[in-house]
Every structure is written in structure tokens, then in C-alpha cells.
């Protein structure tokens, strides 16, 4: 099959790309950090700019949409690049894909639930905190009416290209001997990003439809940053906890979506 990916210079899309490369022919996406993945066709394209013209060039039978702006601070500040990206060019690139026949998967996030009362399932009514959150949404309605596919991440963590994220940020600190500060009331469930990858190439396999939430086990950021530091042989006294209402993030945090 022809499998485009968007997104590729990201950690789900690259592992994604990397796991479906020898499978299918895989196109991969990616805007301003070029990439080259064995196996891979990757090519440049701005999605907020005639992005149904990637349908049209490759004509793929499947298409796994993974860009955007996934910085939730940064949505916050810039809310029309955020609803450019997020919203309009996700419109455009899936509609297309669905006017070609298209079987299409869209990757979201558990920042589309309020994280009052956690244990989620993919049943539960999303209510977004924040404009990351709302976008996110947003493009999940357009993928269901479109009759595409949802999979949920959180708190996407391991080794390659892509954002830094935390579980990077915890390594690089302690090799340095280094104090990490680590949320202790916020608990999501931390994904690897290979399980990511792997979990589409059984999706693909079976044609799955519907929502489905693909993660980890459930952790506060405290826990999660003591389970690296145990893990990699580190002194774990040096994760120190504080509190959610201690960090003066730009957007609102759900406090408990695992
Ligand atoms: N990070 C998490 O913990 C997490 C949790 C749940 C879901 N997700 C989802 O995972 C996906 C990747 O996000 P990320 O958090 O890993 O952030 P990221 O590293 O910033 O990745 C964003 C991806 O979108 C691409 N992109 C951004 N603007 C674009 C544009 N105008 N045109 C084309 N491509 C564009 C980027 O390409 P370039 O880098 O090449 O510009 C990059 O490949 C997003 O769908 C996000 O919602 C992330």
C-alpha cells in the first residue's frame, strides 16, 4: 500500500515511518527540520499551503496524520498559526484524502480531555483546557466526519528525532549529576515512541476504524522521572517533586488524564 505520513521529522511520525518503511510505500512529511529515513520517500511540504496537492501527487491509500503544532505553550501565544496548522490544513489534507477513498488515521492526544477525574476511555466526552487541547479536537471532528480513524498518545517520550521532551530532558540532566524537578500531581500515561510505530503497523494490519488510545502505564511525571533514573542507574534523589501550581506554564495543564 501507499502509506503517506505527515510529520516524519516528528518522534511518533519517524518511528512510525521507520516501523511501516519496510511494509509499504511510505511517503513522509516534514516542514522545517529535513530528514532522511531508509526506505522512506520523504519530501518538504508546508501544510499550510495546498496540502491536498500531496493527495493528488501520491494518491495514497493511506494517510497518517501526524503535524502539527504540538508545542501547547506555543499554541497558546500564537492561537492563528496554531488553528492554521492544526485546524484548517488538517481539513484540507484529510478531505482530499477522503474524496480519493483514502483510508485515513488521525493522531491525537489526551490533552482533549479536561483531566478533572482521569481513567479515560476512548467513550468519554473530550472537554479541552487549553487552545492546544481545542485544536486537537477540532481536527478529531473533521477526521470523524470524514469517517477516519483516532489515535490517542500522551506524554510521548524515547530516543530520536523530533521535540525534546521530558524523558530526554530527565537522561541529559542526570548524566550530567544534575537536580530534575518533576510534577508529582499530574498523571498522564507516558508513550514510548516505538510503541507508536508498532502499534500503526498492526492498526494497518487489521484496517482498524474508530478511536482507540494507545499509551503507556499511568504516572505522574514524579514517577515517571524515577522510573528513568531506576532504569538507567542513576541516584533517583535526584528527581526532587514539586507541584503543578508551582510551574507558571502559559496554557492550562489537565491535571489527571491517565
Ligand atoms: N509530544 C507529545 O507528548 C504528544 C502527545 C500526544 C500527541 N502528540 C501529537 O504528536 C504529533 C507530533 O507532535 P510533537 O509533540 O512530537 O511535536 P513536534 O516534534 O513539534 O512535531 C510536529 C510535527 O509537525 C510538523 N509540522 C509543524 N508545522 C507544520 C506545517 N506548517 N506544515 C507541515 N508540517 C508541520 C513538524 O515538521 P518540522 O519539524 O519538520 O517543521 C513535525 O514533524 C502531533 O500530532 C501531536 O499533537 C504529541
Not at 63 to 76: P, S, T
Request: net charge neutral.
Amino acid at each position: 500500500m501507499i502509506v503517506l505520513i505527515t510529520g516524519v521529522s516528528s518522534s511518533p511520525g519517524y518511528k512510525t515511518a521507520v516501523s511501516l518503511a519496510n511494509k509499504h510505500d511510505v511517503i513522509g512529511t516534514y516542514n522545517e527540520h529535513p530528514i532522511n529515513i531508509p526506505g522512506v520517500t520523504t519530501v518538504k511540504a508546508d501544510l499550510t499551503r495546498d496540502p491536498a496537492r500531496l493527495i493528488s501527487d501520491y494518491k495514497p491509500d493511506v494517510v497518517i496524520h501526524m503535524a502539527a503544532i504540538g508545542n501547547v505553550d506555543q499554541c497558546e501565544e500564537q492561537l492563528e498559526l496554531c488553528y492554521r496548522v492544526n485546524v484548517l490544513a488538517s481539513r484540507e489534507l484529510l478531505t482530499a484524502a477522503y474524496r480519493v477513498g483514502s483510508a485515513i488515521y488521525y493522531l491525537s492526544t489526551d490533552y482533549v480531555f479536561d483531566g478533572e477525574r482521569g481513567m479515560y476511555t476512548e467513550d468519554d466526552a473530550p472537554r479541552p483546557v487549553n487552545y492546544y487541547g481545542l485544536t486537537k479536537l477540532l481536527a478529531e471532528e473533521i477526521t470523524k466526519a470524514l469517517g477516519g480513524s483516532i489515535v490517542r498518545v500522551a506524554w510521548i517520550y524515547g530516543a530520536g528525532p523530533g521535540r525534546v521532551n521530558f524523558g530526554k530532558t530527565v537522561v541529559d540532566k542526570l548524566m550530567r549529576g544534575e537536580a530534575v524537578t518533576a510534577i508529582m500531581d499530574q498523571w498522564s500515561s507516558p508513550t514510548l515512541n516505538t510503541i507508536i510505530g508498532e502499534a500503526f503497523v498492526k492498526l494497518l494490519e487489521m484496517r482498524f476504524t474508530g478511536i482507540l488510545h494507545v499509551v503507556g502505564p499511568r504516572l505522574s511525571r514524579y514517577e515517571f522521572a524515577r522510573a528513568i533514573a531506576k532504569y538507567f542507574g542513576f541516584n533517583e534523589e535526584l528527581i526532587k517533586p514539586i507541584k503543578l501550581s508551582d510551574v507558571n506554564y502559559r496554557a492550562r495543564r489537565p491535571r489527571i488524564v491517565a
